[in-house]
């Protein structure tokens, strides 16, 4: 074909309209080629090959033509994005390097089929979007198609898309206004959008790309530029949305800590206030319960059996009153304990393995009447048994665990074996201990294990448990001790707490 002088450039006025029409079917051409190229090499009829890409290379030159026809160079003279180069494959040796062969494309589909979405196709021209979609389905997306705009935004809304292939030539509405609606929709705004334009089209595309567009591609579809923008577009999708759920999570985690650190406050809080008119109504009730032993009043009562059985009355009632009241007046201390925040003891040196001993002689008796036998293996240590921390401390956290073996792990009253291993360690360049206290009883249930250090989390409140026992040795664990607890629990086997705490306690 012989070139056409620029001086032949058709009106301006209806070489738009009419160069979409002409363009449209040879795009066409281009596509199916190409697709048949495809099933060509997968059915293993490569004969075809040079003749399919005999008529791919005739259209694309009609396209070439088409163009410099209707050149209007103002408006295809754009800035360079990305390193592509806008001009049509075979126009320009720079692009040439994107021209698809099938070997090329059969080679990428392993890394494609990898990053699969679900793309909506939207374009007027039906072949156009057969054609798109089945090129899609084949390199392992899941599409849909929409003619147009608005058809498009229903679709949207209906159902979750990855990535919006969009036509900006389009009746009713065009690209632009689909684009702008997406982009000011808060629910569609993150689904990234492509705009499909004619190479002559690309004054707009950059208009699109400053409201929002992720990127474009030209038609003729280019292979290769195809599948590396939707790559690309549906990655940076993936970061995006790895990066919100992540954001979101540590939101999340720190809303519980926030609430718990509430909830551990209003406790303290309420405690202390409580504490004084406990103590007060305490110290009254001794007295009253002093004075009533007198044996004046005794004297005084002894006139009648109706007198007398009124005072029996009184000193049960209130003997009862005082041991309630003191039984108040220690939960509302163990309460008070919930808050370590405020460290009242002092750091001090001790032997790690001695002290172990001294917090479980401390259960002996417990331990005798619960017929738990408790082993010590502190042979693990093999740096310096030497502890600066709080003894006060590690004792409570010892006693809560033995308190709740003797409590839960063996309901049948055998009593059973509980095993303490003292080890040493180096962590993150710090020299810590771990503590675990293993027993073989009962366990605890995997919906239960999720729960036993949330605050009044407890399967004992008939037998006096308030649930905030393991609270209690979590909260001196991570604050006082600067160190860690985890367990483990198998039903029927037992469970297994585990404390790690640094021989050094940091200031
Ligand atoms: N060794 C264990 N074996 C079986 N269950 C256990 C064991 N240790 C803890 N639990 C479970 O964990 C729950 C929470 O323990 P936690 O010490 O916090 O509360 P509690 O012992 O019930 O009450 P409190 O310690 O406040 O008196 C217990 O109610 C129990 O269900
Ligand atoms: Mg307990």
């Excluded at 280019?222 to 954001?247: D, G, P, T, Y």
């Excluded at 399967?459 to 393991?470: A, E």
Aim: include cysteine; hydrophobic fraction near 40%.
């Amino acid at each position: 074909m012989a070139d056409i002088p620029v001086s032949k450039t058709i009106d301006i006025r209806v070489s738009s309209s009419l160069r979409h029409n002409l363009r449209t079917p040879l795009n066409q051409i281009i596509g199916y080629s190409e697709i048949l190229e495809e099933e060509a090499v997968n059915s293993g009829r490569e004969d075809f090959i040079p003749d399919l890409q005999r008529i791919n290379q005739a259209a694309r030159e009609m396209v070439i033509r088409l163009d410099a026809m209707f050149a209007t160079p103002a408006k295809t003279d754009l800035p360079e994005t990305g390193g592509a180069s806008f001009q049509s494959a075979s126009n320009s040796g720079t692009s040439e390097q994107f021209r698809s062969t099938p070997s090329g494309l059969s080679s990428q589909k392993g890394a494609l089929n990898a990053c699969l979405g679900k793309i909506l196709v939207v374009d007027d021209s039906e072949p156009n979007r057969d054609m798109l979609s089945r090129r899609l389905v084949r390199q392992g997306y899941i599409t849909a198609q929409a003619e147009n705009g608005r058809v498009a935004l229903e679709k949207l809304h209906d159902e979750p898309f990855d990535l919006v292939l969009l036509d900006i030539m389009m009746p009713e509405m065009d690209g632009h206004e689909t684009l702008a609606h997406i982009k000011a929709d808060k629910h569609l705004m993150n689904i990234p959008v492509i705009m499909i334009s004619a190479q002559t089209e690309l004054h707009s595309v950059v208009r699109c790309i400053d409201m929002g567009a992720d990127d474009y591609l030209p038609k003729p579809f280019n292979s290769v530029l195809l599948w590396a923008r939707l790559r690309a577009s549906l990655e940076k999708k993936r970061l995006r949305e790895q990066e919100l759920e992540h954001h979101e999570q540590t939101l999340r985690s720190e809303a519980t800590l926030e609430r718990l650190l509430a909830l551990t406050q209003m406790v303290a809080g309420v405690a202390h206030e409580i504490n004084t008119p406990l103590g007060i109504a305490s110290t009254a009730i001794s007295i009253i319960n002093g004075r009533l032993s007198l044996p004046k009043i005794k004297a005084l009562f002894d006139e009648s059996n109706e007198a007398r059985e009124i005072l029996a009355d009184i000193l049960e009632s209130s003997s009862l009153l005082k041991s309630n009241v003191l039984r108040a007046h220690k939960l509302v201390e163990t309460f008070k304990k919930i808050a370590v925040g405020q460290i009242t003891e002092k750091k001090e040196k001790a032997n790690l393995p001695d002290l172990v001993e001294d917090a479980v002689g401390l259960f002996r008796i417990n331990a005798r009447q619960a017929k738990l036998s408790i082993d010590i293996d502190t042979s693990g240590i093999t740096g310096n048994p030497e502890w600066f921390g709080y003894p006060g401390y590690l004792t409570q956290v010892i006693m809560n665990f033995l308190q709740n073996i003797e409590r839960y792990a063996y309901p049948d009253g055998k009593g059973g074996i509980v095993n303490i291993t003292v080890t040493d360690r180096e962590q993150n360049n710090e020299a810590q201990f771990v503590v675990v206290v293993r027993d073989h009883g009962i366990g605890i249930s995997p919906e239960n294990l999720t729960k036993v250090f949330d605050p009044f989390f407890t399967t004992g409140r008939g037998r006096g448990g308030t649930g905030l026992g393991l609270s209690i040795v979590n909260n001196i664990m991570t604050s006082a001790l600067k160190g860690s607890i985890s367990v483990t629990s198998e039903p029927g086997h037992g469970s297994a707490f585990t404390i790690a705490f640094p021989k050094i306690i940091p200031d």
